[in-house]
Nanobody, 120 residues
Framework: QVQLVESGGGSVQPGGSLSLSCAAS????????MGWYRQAPGKYRELVAD???????TYADSVKGRFTISRDNAKNTVYLQMNRLKPEDTAVYYC??????????????WGQGTQVTVSS
């Protein structure tokens, strides 16, 4: 059984920083693309950032220059450093990973979500 376990998040004032982490565990052959999505109340879930095994990254325009995604392949863990947070960054943040199982099939997995609230 594969799990994505997130940690981090919380509440912060505008301009502050938070960091998120997400570790994949279980019967895993390889962890491929990893990323972070977010969903604000009444809105669709959107990509925040993702990162390939080789370290290539993609960011939503709204977070470029403020957020940094990174990963530790040895630990099957992805991180999101969020700086200069804005109220509009308030959302539930979800970790996502494409994981290949020992049987050879690749599946898409999601974390449980963690709340990030930016408010004065």
């Amino acid at each position: 059984q594969v799990q994505l376990v997130e940690s981090g998040g919380g509440s912060v004032q505008p301009g502050g920083s938070l960091s998120l982490s997400c570790a994949a565990s279980g019967s895993i052959f390889s962890v491929d693309l990893m990323g972070w999505y977010r969903q604000a109340p009444g809105k669709y879930r959107e990509l925040v950032a993702d990162i390939t095994t080789g370290g290539s990254t993609t960011y939503a325009d709204s977070v470029k220059g403020r957020f940094t995604i990174s990963r530790d392949n040895a630990k099957n863990t992805v991180y999101l450093q969020m700086n200069r947070l804005k109220p509009e960054d308030t959302a539930v943040y979800y970790c996502n990973a494409d994981i290949t199982l020992p049987e050879g099939n690749e599946y898409d997995y999601w974390g449980q979500g963690t709340q990030v609230t930016v408010s004065s």
